[in-house]
Nanobody
Framework: QVQLVESGGGLVQTGGSLRLSCAASGFTFSAYPMRWYRQAPGKEREYIAFISSTGSQTNYAEAVKGRFTISRDNAKESVHLQMNSLKPEDSAIYYC?????????WGQGTQVTVSS
């Protein structure tokens, strides 16, 4: 079955960097766009970044544009989120996502905490 497993979260100081990874399995990874979302306590899940199936197109939420970079490795069936210049408001659980035949699949998430 379709499975996504995130990793790479942790505690970092303001201005620091983290690189999140999402390992995919159970579907033809190279055929599907991938997305990252995040959810902070008491807030709705919000869209962060998109990457096309080939990696040639990306898109970012305004809140992270210029600081975060999404990438993928189709040979390793993984998608990554490089996060630089982190701010306390970036603290959240980060999820990767794939939409296959109108069905969303989410990973379990990885916690990112940015201390001030």
């Amino acid at each position: 079955q379709v499975q996504l497993v995130e990793s790479g979260g942790g505690l970092v100081q303001t201005g620091g960097s983290l690189r999140l990874s999402c390992a995919a399995s159970g579907f033809t990874f190279s055929a599907y766009p991938m997305r990252w979302y995040r959810q902070a306590p008491g807030k709705e899940r919000e869209y962060i970044a998109f990457i096309s199936s080939t990696g040639s197109q990306t898109n970012y939420a305004e809140a992270v544009k210029g600081r975060f970079t999404i990438s993928r490795d189709n040979a390793k069936e993984s998608v990554h989120l490089q996060m630089n210049s982190l701010k306390p408001e970036d603290s959240a659980i980060y999820y990767c996502n794939v939409l296959i035949r109108f069905v969303d699949t989410w990973g379990q998430g990885t916690q990112v905490t940015v201390s001030s």
